[in-house]
């Protein structure tokens, strides 16, 4: 197990800014996903904690160690990180057992000692039974079980990988997710899980940093990321939301304030000190959509069916918003819609043409208590 400790970590390539200023404590132990789209810089910040690259600005501690710096450079083979890729880079020569035992194999360590520990490491990926298996012979789930026994056959405190699952099937993904965390759990070691994928990084981590440009914008546990996102940025990354312009109708108190959207008035919890007459946006979950008789009239535009309920987009009031729906229903249907609950967050001021009361029919309006 390690604790990591990045301050202010920044790495420039040329003109492009890779890793911009990213602060991360990773205490003892835990497992953290980093997420965001292609080329946000999540390869390179896994470099520079692995110590591929070496830092520009701030700093990188390992247990409280200095292992990154302007000045400090700790190489990768003196920083007890391993690092599973997202090609397997398998010897194709080696068994199964010769390729876990690589690491150990280079480091020198007597022959009794590193068949322990590549039994121990084999055993914890369930490959035991294939030790003698050239890597040919095996499945990319298989193959992919190697590296991270080789990873672990030198028993690191630090384990990072990157787009580990990239190359696998869906079914196999979802095997391997519950192997890693079962591994984590077993092993204690703290990882670092790079991900473009929402879905994957939210079943396997503790916590995820949302990565965007170079910066961590947030870092959350999953639930929280869903539910109290810090920009639309991490909304939109994050599962399905609709991003609903309004105005501020009572300000901030305790973390609820009431927004005019759509031709509703809506409550919302926010993180954001709003004030009555601010511009505002929601983040609206589709479960939070109710759909019925209540509410503002809504048109429904696209209807795909999901197994056991149906997505659907609908239009209120010039605004397009997801929601779950339990039948099917059909392009130009129309729908009354209220919503349960949202998230606000700071948005530009209105237009005088948007506001709510005057766009949407009497009568229409609904409060939600
Ligand atoms: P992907 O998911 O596509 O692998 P990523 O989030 O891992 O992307 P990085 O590989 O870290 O992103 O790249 C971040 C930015 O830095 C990109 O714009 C990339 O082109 C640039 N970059 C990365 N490595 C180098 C390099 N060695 N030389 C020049 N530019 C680089």
């Known amino acids: 197990m390690a604790r990591i400790d990045l301050v202010e970590v920044a790495k420039t390539f040329g003109a492009t800014r890779a890793v911009d200023r990213v602060d991360l404590v990773i205490p003892h132990g835990e497992f953290v996903a980093i997420l965001g789209p292609s080329g946000c810089g999540k390869t390179t910040l896994l470099r520079l904690l692995a110590g591929l690259e070496r830092v520009d ?5 390992v247990d409280g160690a200095l292992v990154s710096s302007a000045e400090t ?15 397997y880079a398998l010897w194709p020569h080696m068994t199964v057992a010769e390729n876990a035992a690589y690491p150990l194999r280079v480091a020198r360590v007597p022959p009794t000692e590193r068949a322990a520990a590549t039994h121990d490491a084999l055993a914890a990926v369930e490959l035991d039974a294939l ?6 012979e095996l499945s990319g789930g298989q193959q992919q079980r190697v590296a991270l026994a080789r990873c672990l056959t030198a028993k690191p405190g630090l384990v990072l990988m990157d787009e580990p699952l990239a190359n696998l099937d869906m079914h196999l993904r979802e095997r391997m997710l519950a192997e890693f965390r079962a591994f984590h759990a077993r092993s204690g070691a703290t990882i670092l899980y790079i991900t473009h994928d929402q879905a994957e990084a939210m079943s396997v981590a503790d916590r995820i940093g949302v990565m965007q440009g170079g910066r961590l914008v947030q870092v959350a546990a999953p639930e929280e990321l869903y539910q109290a996102p810090a920009t639309v940025e991490v909304a939109q990354f994050i599962g399905v939301a609709s991003i609903v312009p309004g105005r501020v109708a009572l300000g901030t108190i305790n973390r609820l304030c009431r927004v005019d959207a759509l031709g509703l008035t809506v409550q919302a919890q926010t993180a954001s000190d709003l004030r009555t007459g601010d511009g505002a946006l929601l983040v609206v979950r589709p479960e939070a959509v109710i ?3 209540r509410g503002v009239t809504a048109v429904v535009q696209r209807s795909a069916y999901l197994g056991g309920r149906f997505l659907i987009e609908i239009e209120a009031d010039g605004h397009r918003l997801k929601a779950y729906a339990d039948r099917r229903v059909v392009p130009g249907e ?5 919503i349960a609950s949202a998230w606000a967050l700071p948005g530009p001021p209105l237009p005088q043409r948007s506001l709510p009361h005057g766009s949407t029919p009497a009568g229409k309006r609904f409060e939600i208590a």
Do not use: C, T, W, Y
């Open 73 to 87: 450079h700790v190489p990768p083979e003196k920083r007890n990180v391993g690092v599973v890729f997202q090609s």
């Open 131 to 136: 030790a003698q298996r050239l890597p040919h």
């Open 57 to 61: 600005e701030g700093s990188i501690r």
């Open 334 to 338: 129309r729908v009354g819609v209220s």
């Open 291 to 293: 759909l019925g008789d």
